[in-house]
């Protein structure tokens, strides 16, 4: 299970009989002896990722074995079989907006609340 807040990608795997479970893809070069995921008591891995905007392969590693995250945003074939997929979107800007308050012809000064 992948989930995207901002540019930090957060993935859930739920394994709760391995002893070891690492996160490879695009991302580190499929390194496998890169950083284990960090166990939950009630038997998830986790693991949360700053990417930039792109899309990204990857698998879980678990006990030297292989899986794919069907729960991710699809799956494309890669370097050992079916490889799960995450987007991670380019931010948008909020565009600023202009506050046009209205002014008293009179005396200049800013009316409050009109717009």
Same mark, same amino acid.
């Given at each position: 299970?992948? &989930?995207?807040?901002? &540019?930090? $990608?957060? =993935? %859930?795997? +739920?394994?709760?009989? $391995?002893?070891?479970? %690492? ?8 390194? #496998?002896?890169?950083?284990?995921? #960090?166990? #939950?008591? *009630?038997?998830?891995?986790? $693991? ?8 990204? %392969?990857?698998? +879980?590693? !678990? *006990? ?5 995250? +069907?729960?991710? =945003? ?15 979107? !380019?931010?948008r800007r909020e565009p600023q907006q202009e506050a046009a308050?209205?002014?008293? #012809?009179a005396c200049g000064a800013e009316l409050?609340?009109? %717009?």
């Open positions: 299970m992948v &989930s995207i807040r901002g &540019s930090k $990608a957060y =993935f %859930r795997f +739920y394994r709760p009989g $391995a002893q070891s479970v %690492r996160l490879a893809g695009d991302f580190n070069h499929w390194d #496998t002896e890169g950083p284990t995921m #960090t166990r #939950t008591e *009630d038997g998830w891995w986790v $693991a949360a990722v700053h990417l930039a905007p792109g899309t990204y %392969r990857f698998q +879980y590693l !678990a *006990d030297g074995e292989w899986f794919s995250d +069907y729960a991710a =945003f699809g799956l494309q074939h890669g370097p050992h079989g079916w490889v799960s997929v995450v987007q991670v979107e !380019a931010r308050a209205a002014v008293c #012809t409050a609340g009109v %717009r």
